[in-house]
């Protein structure tokens, strides 16, 4: 995003064009920040250890096109369930390229799961008995939850310590490789996820300490090699202005260093070091575009616009800051001004007080940024908002990746029982 003026673009393009273009609410990336994301982190990390593998976490923005962009750019894909698979599948990742991180699994997913032959990595040691009785895959891999986790976004995606719902207990690792082993498989990999917008470089060091500790001493007690050690995602952008970004130099030279010592210290057949950042790639490279069509005096000023929560679920959610920008506007004198949507829930009203720029009319174009991460793949249809457009912006060119949703989608596979038409 820069501005031309006062007018914001994305890429080389105006707002104003693309909301023309494509109407508003408006989900738009830029494929050159995405591509640069991923080799900032790519390069950061091969830096300090060359063997290192990256899975796009798809659950955070899983429209075909931009999980095409990061395959091109060299990564896997990192699968929440068996349709994640089936995308990862359909833009050309398969295999050893695929990571199956699913969560309390039915015997369908684990049966699909096993069927595609990626990688199953399983949250926990009760699910491997059950895989067992549908087929026994080469390579396996556990979640392990390292007793300790954290986020800037909060408890909410803080994905390990005792209050997470996910990985096996500290406890029980050397249990589950053991079961794996007897049962005779041959490969295996680690894997955690212990939170998510992590902006303390320091962190990622000190997590996989954790974690290499623990299946370190599994690799000597059981006798096995750990072909791969995957440290999830997490690494975390700045939302508010003046926010201190991640170093990521850093964190990169840090855990390196970590990863080595330990597996040396434990006697470990170097592992391949393996992440799946997803807001890092896609985070700072995605926006909304929106309208203002509604101006109200009440108690407050309030200005309608058509973000709401149903398009961006963050700030309802998780109470999650996203800095707002007015086209035309941004040079302007302020006044603490409220922002909601358009929905029938008082959660919608997600910015009670902001200061924005005081002509703020109807008509008006706001771009909120930060939007490419968990923005359209948490948006949903309530109240017949439906989902918006997403357009992918690559310098002048821009190309609809995704239409707007319709009452045709709405309706889709909805079935009305003959006795209730007369
Ligand atoms: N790997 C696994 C297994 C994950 O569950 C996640 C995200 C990632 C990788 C990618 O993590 P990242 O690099 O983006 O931190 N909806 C929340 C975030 C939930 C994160 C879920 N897991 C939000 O909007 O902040």
């Known amino acids: 995003m820069k501005f031309i003026g006062d007018q914001i673009a994305i890429g080389e393009i105006p707002v104003t064009q693309l909301a023309e273009q494509y109407g508003t609410p408006l989900y738009v990336y830029d494929e050159q920040k995405i591509r640069k994301n991923f080799r900032k982190v790519s390069n950061a990390f091969s830096k300090y250890y060359p063997d290192f593998k ?3 976490a798809v ?23 068996v349709n994640e698979i089936l995308l990862a599948k359909y833009v050309g990742l398969g295999g050893e390229n695929v990571m199956f991180s699913g969560n309390f699994l039915s015997d369908d997913d ?3 799961g096993l069927e595609s032959g990626v990688i199953f990595n399983l949250d926990d040691i009760s699910i491997l008995p059950r895989l ?3 087929g026994k895959p080469e390579m396996l891999s556990f979640r392990v939850n390292p ?13 390990a310590g005792p209050n997470a719902k996910f990985g096996i207990h500290p406890d029980k690792v050397l249990d589950a490789y053991r079961m794996a082993k007897e049962a005779g498989v041959k490969r295996f990999g680690a894997h955690m996820m212990t939170g998510s917008c992590i902006t303390d470089a320091e962190y990622f060091p000190f997590v996989t300490g954790l974690l290499m500790d623990i299946i370190g001493k599994t690799s000597k007690e059981l006798g096995i090699d750990f072909e791969f050690v995957d440290l999830g995602g997490g690494l975390g952008i700045p939302y508010k202005p003046g926010e201190p970004a991640l170093d990521l130099d850093k964190a990169a030279s ?14 470990m057949k170097p592992p391949q070091l393996k992440m799946e950042p997803a807001r890092y790639f896609v985070g700072n490279a995605g926006w909304i575009i929106g309208r203002v069509h ?12 058509d973000v709401g929560m149903n398009t961006l679920a963050r700030p309802a959610m998780y109470g999650s800051y996203h800095h707002i920008y007015v086209n035309g506007k941004e040079n302007e004198p302020r006044k603490s001004i409220g922002l909601c949507g358009q929905l029938c829930e008082n959660t919608d009203f997600w910015v009670k007080e902001r200061d924005l720029p ?8 706001i771009v909120v940024e930060n939007a490419g991460a968990y923005g359209f793949g948490m948006s949903y249809q309530y109240n017949g908002r439906l989902r918006p457009a997403e357009v992918l912006v690559n310098g002048t060119q821009a190309e609809l990746i995704r239409a707007r949703e319709n009452f045709d989608d709405m309706i889709r596979h909805t079935f009305v029982p003959s006795h209730l038409k007369s």
């Open 54 to 56: 990256m899975f796009f």
């Open 59 to 81: 659950k955070a923005c899983n429209n075909p096109a931009i999980v095409n962009i990061l395959r091109q750019e060299g990564a896997g894909a990192d699968c929440a369930s």
């Open 110 to 112: 684990i049966k699909q």
């Open 132 to 134: 067992l009785k549908f």
């Open 147 to 159: 007793g300790y986790g954290k986020s800037n976004v909060g408890e909410y995606v803080t994905n």
């Open 254 to 267: 840090l855990t390196a260093e970590m990863f080595r010592k330990k597996s040396e210290e434990y006697g």
């Open 294 to 305: 509604s101006i109200k005096e009440s108690y407050k000023k309030i200005a309608g616009t």
């Open 358 to 365: 005081a002509s703020l009319a109807e008509g008006d174009l």
